[in-house]
């Protein structure tokens, strides 16, 4: 079946450390996308890619990092710059980025600081 | 500037109740596309429907139907006969195209409960 895997499901970062959620899709689709979810703010724009070998800054990307070396990958690096970095991460993709696509959801990564 | 409004943080209601989730937009955009998505307790959002600014009819999916109302920039969706698999968190989204950058606006998320 095609879909998003997203891992690890649970991760714990401690202070000053580094920390990379994987996002793969095996759909073909050239657009990928990184959101950030908050308890009663929706999903905010991390970073997105339209392409392999290119990505864009969203919303809040300061304090993360991402790489496309591949179609099918999109990691995101959270890295010691993010202060707050307890959220709950969705990685999504779509066919193209087009404002009529639909967005298909990985079922997330929760990261929490220790 | 482009803002999704879903002023329902959560809504309760007892099972075979039908229930309508609130969601209002504002775009400049001429063209633009409304979503509604479906957040189980697993995690990942669902799609459920897609409307283009051009057409205004309203959709029915099973139990499911949604109301487009340019006037009031609303995309209201109603779930009929609730049940207990209902249960989760919908997010109304707008999609357009700002200035010539591509936007995807997702609202704050109503959490329905459905109780047995």
């Known amino acids: 079946d095609g879909g998003i895997t997203q891992s690890p499901k649970y991760l714990f970062r401690k202070e000053g450390q580094n920390v990379t959620l994987s996002c793969e899709q095996n759909?073909?689709?050239?657009?990928m996308y990184w959101y950030r979810q908050d308890p009663g703010q929706g999903l905010r724009l991390i970073y997105y890619?339209?392409?392999?070998?290119?990505?864009q800054k969203g919303d809040i990307a300061e304090g993360y990092s991402v790489s496309r070396e591949k179609k099918e990958s999109f990691p995101l690096t959270v890295t010691s710059a993010q202060k707050n970095p307890t959220a709950f991460y969705l990685c999504?993709?779509?066919?193209?980025?087009?404002?009529?696509?639909?967005?298909?959801f990985g079922s997330g990564t929760q990261l929490s600081v220790l | 500037a482009q803002k999704v409004t879903q002023a329902q943080t959560e809504i309760s209601v007892v099972e075979k109740e039908d229930v309508t989730l609130d969601c209002v937009y504002e775009t400049r955009d001429t063209t633009y596309y409304l979503f509604w998505y479906k957040q189980p307790p697993s995690g990942e959002l669902v799609f459920l429907i897609r409307r283009n600014s051009f057409d205004e009819q309203n959709e029915i999916s099973g139990r499911y139907s949604w109301n487009f109302q340019k006037s009031t920039s609303s995309f209201n969706f109603t779930i009929t006969a609730s049940q207990v698999v209902d249960s989760a968190v919908y997010f109304c989204?707008?999609?357009?195209?700002?200035?010539?950058?591509?936007?995807?606006?997702f609202g704050t998320g109503t959490r329905l409960k459905v109780l047995a």
């Open positions: 759909l073909n689709h050239d657009a």
């Open positions: 890619s339209q392409i392999v070998n290119d990505f």
């Open positions: 989204a707008l999609s357009g195209t700002t200035s010539g950058t591509y936007k995807y606006i």
């Open positions: 999504a993709s779509s066919i193209k980025q087009a404002t009529n696509e639909k967005l298909f």
